[in-house]
């Protein structure tokens, strides 16, 4: 997926700003997709207009900067059920705490207790996170990915919760031998 599919995702749900794309695509319901910048979402929506995907209009208000509402036209949404019908890339999942898990034999207990806390208040901040974005929500697809996504986070925090001091005694084993060779 590509900021161009992202940016029609949003359009045919809504019409939106720029500002308002990146809020969604940083904090929203579509920050678990693909990372999305300023940097790309203007020249993005700048190609969308020209290639007749998108309109805009300027939306004035008392007191503020006019602002540049974008949405979707009827040739946008053809593209975007085009886009939908190719296979989707597979999926990217980066973790610096599964590296710090991976080495406990390197670390304390302490740091891996702190660790582990860290990552649980993390799942369980953006368990609340996506609870609060659907609590008005009647859009199917936005509730079936939400749940699907609370339901992977639990799994993680059952794993953390039932798992944690396996990897707290690694840690503890190695601590012996590296006293002796410091």
């Known amino acids: ?12 749900q ?3 700003s ?5 809020k969604m695509c940083v904090e929203g319901p579509y920050c678990y997709f693909i ?8 020249p993005t929506l700048a190609r969308l207009e020209a290639d007749g995907l998108v309109t805009s209009r300027v939306e004035q208000a008392k007191g503020k900067p006019d602002r540049k509402v974008y949405s979707v036209t009827a040739a946008g949404r053809a593209e975007f059920v085009r886009a939908m019908a190719q296979p989707p890339a597979r999926d ?6 599964l590296l710090v898990a991976m080495a406990a034999e390197f670390s304390t207990p302490e740091c891996i207790a702190q660790a582990v806390q860290e990552r649980t208040a993390f799942l369980e901040s953006q368990v609340a996170m996506i ?4 609590a008005d929500c009647d859009h199917p697809g936005i509730l079936w990915v939400a749940r699907y996504g609370i339901h992977l986070m639990k799994c ?3 794993y953390l919760k039932y798992h944690r001091d396996d990897l ?14 410091e």
Do not use: H, W
């Open 1 to 12: 997926m590509n900021a161009r599919t992202l940016i029609l995702a949003i359009l045919n």
């Open 14 to 16: 809504q019409a939106a």
């Open 18 to 22: 720029g500002y308002e794309i990146r």
């Open 35 to 42: 990372d999305i910048s300023f940097g790309s979402i203007y």
């Open 92 to 97: 990217v999942f980066k973790s610096e705490f």
């Open 131 to 134: 609870r609060e974005q659907i």
């Open 156 to 158: 993680d925090l059952e």
């Open 168 to 181: 707290m005694a690694l840690a503890a084993s190695a601590l012996p031998e590296r006293v002796a060779a």
